[in-house]
């Protein structure tokens, strides 16, 4: 388990710390408070602590020095620095150290619970300690909309981001195969795009290379026929695909971008011919989702869940697919969002579904084309099985307690299974993260959006009773998390529209 260090010279802020962050949920026991920096480094040197909380004016020894020294001395500890004194000269020293973030006093809740989980998540990791980190870490929370409008703005100031353009979109370069290089295609997109467009760039968790570009007339058509051109150049198309997102024009919506991005390398085909990929199926509606949750449910054989072939007949005589193929695509872009969801990292499936099968379903029709569709959610739910079957029975029992508790609407906490089942919670939080590559309560946030997915079909419902069904005490942070989810207010994702 991961131990944390809080160090401020106010006990006030001490219990704000200790008390506003699910510690044992990221897997983080009781964590350890210090008056000052002398005090830190004392209980640093009786043991060593992974992630360092200072405030940057204590007595005797503050923020700026203690982490001076903890670099020196315990380099791999991650550091969170906060301050009362917005002054630039503050944060590029903080910069300089490679602090995860540093936050402003008083300190929002909303706030620090997204810096520390993203430090949490590159201790699971074991990324890097070095001195981009924070630029890094507010990238990947902007592409993921966990970063607050107010934030993003402060932290562009001191980063150099420009959050005044017309324009925006994210664009991911990913290996072909595992033994494929793009490095010299990824130099050669800076390079080119730099001329054009202000281009933010990292790594995300995935192995993607992603690309934050901003300015003026960012189409799609046209940035895939630049870098189209530019792969055949440099002969990279047998080494890297692209994926490009829409633009948005609010850089607090460039999340949506990013999702398709996303979407894409999760249905990516290493065989396609093409450079560029593209989606040929629905990914942001709800429909899509209903089918998503539907194959959850059948997956984990949730009571009342459809069966294979009743799942497959609804999909194959529903209106928006006309034939098996069309079926089978929809089919696996939501196996692949249940998978990628429930077990992220995991290996893509698609070259997996046997050829002489694919070629079967795309010359079938009427009960054959059904039954073959039903096939293939028997596969899948094998291939399911064999995923959960391969983490710990605490961890499965742990997820299944979740889909049951977010089902009955009993809300659900890691102290409350903890108690139940007897074994620690920062245990539990520790290794529910280390299996899964999810912390419980994000897994518990996303569990109860993917069931409101479902109650939000039902007529006459409505947002604050889906709210309370799935769990969530109010409805404003239902919203907020639903918004963060799914890119839309669930008030318009109902209706099909975006915001």
Known sequence: MYRVLLVDDEESVLKVLKTSIDWLALGVDTPVTAADGVQALEAMERSPFHLLIADIKMPRMGGLELIRRVRQLYPETRCILLTAYSEFDYAKEAIRLGVENYLLKPVQKEELESTVQNAMANLYSHRGNGGNLLYENILHRWLAGAISGEELSERAGV?????????????????????SSTALFRSACLEQLGRQYEVYHCWNERGIFVLILGGRLLGRMELEHQLRALAGQLDAAGHALVAVGSAVTDPQALHLSYSMVCDMAELADPAQPDVILSLQADTHSLDADSLIEDLRSFCYG???????????????????????????QHLLYAYLRVKSGEFPGSENVQEQLPEHFMSRL??????EAAHLLGVALDWMHADFDKRLDALSPIVRLAIRYIHDSVRTGDGGSIKEFSAKSGVNPAYLG????????????????????????????????????VASQVG???????????????GVSPARFRLGRED
Do not use: M
């Open 159 to 179: 980063l150099g981001l420009n959050l005044f353009l017309p324009q925006y979109c994210a664009v991911g370069i990913l290996k072909r195969r595992q033994d």
């Open 302 to 328: 949730a009571p009342g869940a459809k069966d294979s072939h009743a799942l497959a007949s609804q999909l194959y005589w529903s209106v928006p697919y006309k034939d098996a193929a069309s079926c089978l």
């Open 362 to 367: 795309s010359a079938a029709s009427g009960d």
């Open 430 to 465: 520790h290794l529910f993260k280390e299996e899964t590559g999810n912390f419980f309560n994000s897994y518990l946030t996303q569990c109860r959006i993917n069931r409101s997915v479902v109650l939000l079909q039902k007529p006459g419902s409505k947002i604050k009773d």
């Open 472 to 486: 969530f005490a109010s409805t404003s942070y239902f919203v907020r998390c639903f918004r963060e989810s799914k």
